[in-house]
């Protein structure tokens, strides 16, 4: 493994929030994603998937969530 990955202190997700009110979080830089009906079960589903991804080497310490918001103005 390299030492850089175990030295990782932090992921990053970029939230988008869907049409119909629901939020989309996909990782940068890794392979994982999920999404939720509220922010509040979005995080738990984030700290969930991030768990499942790392279940056999260390994990960061920390997770982003990093809100999108965009808007057309016309």
Same mark, same amino acid.
């Given at each position: 493994?390299?030492?850089?990955?175990?030295?990782?202190?932090?992921?990053?997700? #970029?939230? %988008?929030?869907?049409?119909? +009110? +629901? @939020?989309? =979080? #996909? =990782?940068? +830089?890794?392979?994982?994603? %999920?999404? =939720?009906?509220?922010? #509040?079960?979005?995080?738990?589903?984030?700290?969930?998937?991030?768990? =499942?991804? @790392?279940?056999?080497?260390?994990?960061?310490?920390?997770?982003?969530?990093?809100?999108?918001?965009? #808007?057309?103005?016309?």
């Amino acid at each position: 493994m390299n030492d850089s990955f175990a030295d990782m202190k932090e992921i990053v997700f #970029e939230v %988008t929030q869907e049409i119909d +009110g +629901g @939020y989309v =979080a #996909e =990782a940068l +830089g890794e392979s994982i994603i %999920t999404e =939720a009906d509220s922010w #509040e079960k979005l995080r738990a589903n984030v700290r969930e998937a991030v768990r =499942a991804f @790392y279940f056999d080497q260390p994990a960061p310490n920390s997770i982003r969530l990093h809100l999108v918001k965009d #808007e057309v103005l016309a």
